[in-house]
């Protein structure tokens, strides 16, 4: 045998307790949805997991209706410290059923369980316990004393980061003062289900958090609400250009997180082994199902061929396959739809001439797997540099000096992240002055932090999470001359 | 000190290959300050993946065979005597008296006037230059501080290789490597390394101890790494075992990745020791897979990997027992030496 070959090391799902069905989570309690419902599969196996229910647009406004009532006679009558107990519980509840729910999210996305067990839902736990510091501390929110909730915030999340982006739009709303309804992805919807049960766990009064499951239609109708006061969007640029249009004019305050094609410039002085670990952490974590992903390396032409070499040697050391495998590097694709967008990119990049590689990897047969792959020789004007494959695809273009590096890498119809690589401090500052992108890395990449805000330039949307900008979004100043109420009723 | 720069070094071999003919104090220091520098925090979380891979039933079962193939069971210790040296030999030998399946250790690791006593005790298991057995290894060159003229270090070694030694563990001046004498650490490697060969031309294998604890950054480690593999050192060591921290997963790493380089540069293969510290199995089989995903399979044998350890082997031998029945005995279930 070989050693390389580990015997295998799967998580257990005996710890799950999932129902057969799942109905919608509306005013505290699961109720039938009024539209047909669907499955949700693991994209590991193409095997179902569970029923779904699919919200209508009487359902959405169910559910709208229940957060309007309990933020009208609960949730903003609450002193924010109260807010904070309940946030802590929940944070405590996320950390004590951990292992469930990172077995869930691989289950369901697809996702290796050594990232959902180490990152995804940490962070989760992490985010719930920032904002309840945060829920009594609203004066020191940068908006002048007592800021006002904004109401009911309606809030649409993606399939990569199921439960991260859930805790990522729940917890500053409820911190705030706002009462959420919510609608995860149609293919991820599990951990969401879930999290609806830690909520009954921890005596959230009823309709504070609403839970709806649907596709397009649904997060749609939730948009449009008439009786909604804050969108909350992550996701596509396009469906948040579609929300932007909608919402204009409503009054309705958005924020949007949207694509990203984020550069990685690596540097001739870089820490060069753990650069090889920063492209492959930036582009093949969560199968590049990242928004913030580093899918362009832009390398300095002296080092390009070390670069590339080393690059590859480290790929063929990348476990590809079972997502709940505690040794799998990289999981499965997350649906059919995005496999196939993959594999057209993938096609475009050979089509116009750039140079594809992928290590030797035995996929499984059933399923939706995409192997690591990089592209050399990649023109900015490729279709492949420009737009989103979100998927684990790297476009490897060079530059010789560092302003070549940072035009290339601000020409980008978007502007999220980027990564910086050189052991030179004063390069480090200088080159991430000048990107224009929402979160620099340096010598790291994709790490978050509860307390660093997120969010993108230009076409990666607006706003920010994270931080105190993130709790902002879902506050408003009190006009200057306002009363300031007595502490007991303050919002 | 510009004079000293251009000072002329011994002609090792690799060195002369790779930096070139007129090998110099400044030439070494340039070659040496021009590798890439390392990133701690980047580092240490890759040692902290590879350390969190989860090595189960038959893969667990291949590793801790492995790892006991692959131990220098050591006593480095003022009190050792020939009869502790004696016992120390009799585990190398049967490490598990319940089980004869159980591997031999690599080599027992002694110091310099203990080698003829290991070699009598080993008798006919004694590898003496051949492929099977056990090899002897003998820490010398004033071992662990290093700090003894260049003639004692060389005698040190001289007399080890006579009395039968079949590995140098030597350390290398810390402090000269530290206040920028690299020449001068370069050259006593050459030295010792000489002082290895034996009367035939061969030579007892040079395991060149950077004693990590004491360089203190990774932009050092990389720096001593190269110097011995140039100056001609066979095995890169980290620790001598009596300083803290001794060998960590990062700098194990960080070593292996060096000769990985020099694999790639040269497609000659230099090995790794890690020593100190690593007390158990769980540990220990983190080493293996950062060995396995950083320079590959082909390591993890004798000539290229080592552990330095005493306790590491009864709890690998504890867990094999608990592999074969089932249930975890004691430390009564295994000798001590």
């Given at each position: 045998m070989t050693f390389l070959e580990y015997a295998p090391a799967p998580e257990s799902t005996a710890i799950l307790n999932l129902r057969k069905s799942y109905g919608l989570f509306i005013d505290g309690a699961f109720v039938d949805g009024r539209g047909t419902p669907f499955q949700t599969i693991s994209p590991a196996t193409e095997v179902p997991i569970a029923e779904i229910a699919n919200a209508n647009g009487a359902d959405v406004d169910a559910a709208v209706t229940a957060a309007r009532r309990a933020y009208e006679r609960t949730w903003s009558k609450l002193s924010g410290a109260d807010r904070g107990k309940y946030l802590f519980r929940i944070a405590r509840l996320v950390q004590e059923r951990a292992r469930e729910l990172a077995v869930a999210e691989s289950l369901d996305n697809g996702k290796p369980i050594k990232e959902s067990r180490d990152v995804d839902i940490p962070l989760v736990a992490a985010w719930f316990f920032y904002y309840a510091g945060w829920a009594d501390k609203?004066?020191?929110?940068?908006?002048?004393?007592s800021p006002r909730a904004l109401g009911v915030a309606a809030q649409v999340i993606p399939w990569n980061f199921p439960l991260l982006m859930l805790a990522w739009k729940i917890a500053p709303a409820l911190a705030a003062g706002n009462t959420v309804v919510l609608k995860p992805a149609e293919t991820t919807p599990l951990t969401a289900l879930i999290f609806a049960e830690i909520l009954q766990q921890a005596d959230l009064p009823p309709g504070v958090v609403n839970i709806i499951t649907g596709a397009g239609d649904t997060g749609k109708a939730l948009v449009n609400h008439g009786d909604v006061n804050k969108v909350a969007f992550t996701g596509s640029t396009a469906v948040g250009r579609a929300i932007a249009k909608s919402t204009a004019g409503t009054g309705k305050k958005l924020t949007l997180e949207l694509g990203g094609k984020a550069a990685n410039i690596v540097f001739d002085d870089a820490p060069i082994d753990q650069a090889i670990e920063g492209i492959v952490n930036g582009i093949f974590f969560n199968q590049g199902h990242v928004c913030c992903a580093g899918s362009r390396l832009l390398v300095q032409e002296n080092v390009h061929d070390e670069v590339i070499s080393r690059l590859k040697h480290r790929l063929s050391t990348l476990r590809v396959g079972?997502?709940?495998?505690?040794?799998?590097d990289v999981g499965a694709i997350n649906s059919r739809q995005q496999l196939e967008r993959i594999q057209e990119l993938s096609e475009v990049g050979e089509q116009e001439g750039a140079e594809r590689w992928s290590p030797a990897c035995e996929l499984p047969t059933t399923g939706f797997w995409f192997a690591p792959t990089i592209f050399t020789n990649v023109s900015t004007s490729h279709r492949i540099a420009r737009e989103?494959?979100?998927?684990?695809v790297l476009s490897v273009l060079t530059f010789r000096t560092p302003a070549e590096a940072i035009a290339k890498a601000n020409n980008t119809p978007y502007g999220l992240s980027a990564g910086i690589w050189s052991d030179k401090g004063s390069r480090i500052l200088g080159v991430a002055d000048k990107l224009r992108a929402g979160v620099v890395w340096a010598n790291t990449f994709n790490q978050f932090d509860p307390a660093s805000p997120f969010g993108g330039y230009k076409e990666s949307g607006y706003g920010r999470e994270g931080g105190r900008h993130g709790l902002a979004a879902y506050l408003e100043a009190r006009g200057w001359n306002s009363p300031v109420p007595s502490e007991g009723a303050r919002a | 000190m510009t004079a000293m720069k251009h000072t002329a070094l011994a002609p090792a071999e690799r060195a002369v290959e790779l930096i070139g003919g007129d090998l110099t104090e400044k030439s070494l220091r340039l070659h040496l300050e021009g590798l890439p520098g390392v990133d701690a925090v980047g580092l240490e979380a890759r040692a902290g993946a590879l350390g969190a891979r989860s090595i189960k039933t038959t893969s667990k079962a291949w590793a801790l065979d492995k790892i006991i193939e692959l131990i220098d069971l050591t006593t480095l210790e003022g009190a050792d005597t020939p009869g502790k040296v004696r016992s120390l030999v009799a585990k190398a030998i049967t490490p598990d008296a319940s089980d004869l399946t159980t591997p031999r250790v690599a080599a027992v690791c002694v110091y310099g006037d203990m080698v003829a006593d290991a070699v009598a005790a080993l008798g006919s298991a004694h590898s003496a230059g051949g492929d099977d057995g056990i090899n002897v290894a003998a820490v010398a060159t004033?071992?662990?501080?290093?700090?003894?003229s260049l003639s004692v270090k060389i005698a040190d070694t001289a007399e080890a290789v006579v009395a039968g030694a079949d590995e140098i563990d030597m350390v290398i001046d810390r402090g000269a490597f530290l206040s920028g004498r690299y020449g001068l650490v370069f050259d006593q490697i050459v030295a010792v390394k000489e002082a290895c060969r034996r009367e035939d031309g061969s030579y007892a294998h040079l395991k060149v101890i950077l004693e990590t604890g004491e360089l203190t950054t990774y932009d050092n480690v990389r720096r001593a790494s190269w110097l011995s593999i140039l100056a001609g050192g066979d095995f890169i060591k980290t620790s001598t075992g009596k300083v803290t921290p001794a060998a960590t997963l990062p700098v194990t790493l960080l070593m292996l990745q060096v000769v990985g380089d020099w694999y790639r540069l040269t497609g000659e293969r230099i090995g790794v020791k890690p020593a100190g510290g690593i007390r158990t199995s769980k540990d220990a089989i983190k080493y293996l897979v950062t060995v396995a995903e950083t320079v590959g399979e082909q390591w993890l044998q004798p000539h290229l990997f080592r552990f330095g350890a005493s306790s590491l082997l009864n709890d690998v031998l504890l867990q094999r027992q608990k592999l074969r029945t089932g249930r975890y005995s004691g430390p009564d279930y295994v000798t001590i030496d």
């Open positions: 609203l004066d020191y929110a940068g908006l002048g004393p079972d997502p709940l495998d505690k040794n799998t989103e494959i979100f998927g684990p | 004033a071992f662990p501080s290093g700090r003894a």
